[in-house]
């Protein structure tokens, strides 16, 4: 069975460049996370998707970022303009219902110089 | 405000020790908590916890959740070099379907 697939791996941009994640989910599983996880912190969920729909994006900051899930499957996350804080590992993970055991990707670096 | 707290930050145990974390919470309408071991980037799950004083276990690891107390402790027995990781703890809210992490722990085996 093939992982939670996200690219790219690592991406440097500078302070006020837009950047986009891609994440691709186990093949149906019907809901799919963004995590943020600064260096030293646990992951901070930003956007968790139930198929196509957002079921919670409480900690999503929107006057930047934006994520879509479009026909329920793969995900992109996108920060515009992105600010030095913005620094950290973005995880993609998925499951099949809307609770439970989540299985991760391997995460994308975002260094923000 | 929700929150999950893990005790310790970090630890740093020899070869064949047992070393148990803590994991404590204040969330509202409680559902569940989950370990994870996150080693390079992706964490990997170890366990889910709904019910009180039953343990669940795997190998070396063991886990048990007091719902009464708010708490969840992770036992390793017998540690190897290749327990070194973050162990980081979770808590699901029926409210929302919130999930929320704490810091983790740090913990390094020495050989």
């Known amino acids: 069975e093939a992982g939670v697939a996200q690219s790219p791996r690592y991406k440097i941009i500078e302070k006020r460049q837009s950047v986009a994640f891609w994440c691709n989910p186990i093949s149906g599983h019907a809901t799919l996370y963004w995590y943020q996880q600064i260096l030293g912190q646990g992951p901070k969920l930003l956007i968790q998707f139930q198929n196509n729909g957002v079921v919670d994006d409480s900690q999503l900051p929107k006057d930047r970022f934006s994520a879509e899930r479009l026909k329920g499957v793969d995900s992109t996350l996108k920060i515009q303009p992105a600010k030095l804080e913005d620094s950290a590992v973005y995880l993609c993970?998925?499951?099949?219902?809307?609770?439970?055991?989540?299985?991760f990707g391997p995460g994308t670096r975002l260094t923000v110089t | 405000e929700d929150k999950v707290v893990q005790s310790p930050l970090s630890l740093v145990v020899h070869e064949g020790d047992t070393v148990t974390l803590n994991c404590s919470y204040e969330?509202?309408?409680?559902?569940?908590l989950l370990w994870y071991k996150q080693e390079k980037k992706a964490p990997t799950f170890l366990f889910m916890l709904t019910s009180s004083g039953i343990e669940k276990k795997s190998g070396r690891l063991s886990s048990i959740l007091d719902k009464k107390e708010l708490f969840s402790i992770l036992n390793i027995t017998a540690t190897q070099t290749g327990d070194s990781a973050v162990y980081l703890c979770?808590?699901?809210?029926?409210?929302?379907?919130?999930?929320?992490f704490g810091k983790g722990t740090r913990l390094h085996i020495l050989p």
């Open positions: 993970a998925s499951s099949l219902g809307n609770f439970g055991e989540q299985y």
């Open positions: 979770a808590v699901e809210a029926t409210r929302d379907d919130k999930i929320i």
């Open positions: 969330v509202t309408n409680f559902r569940s």
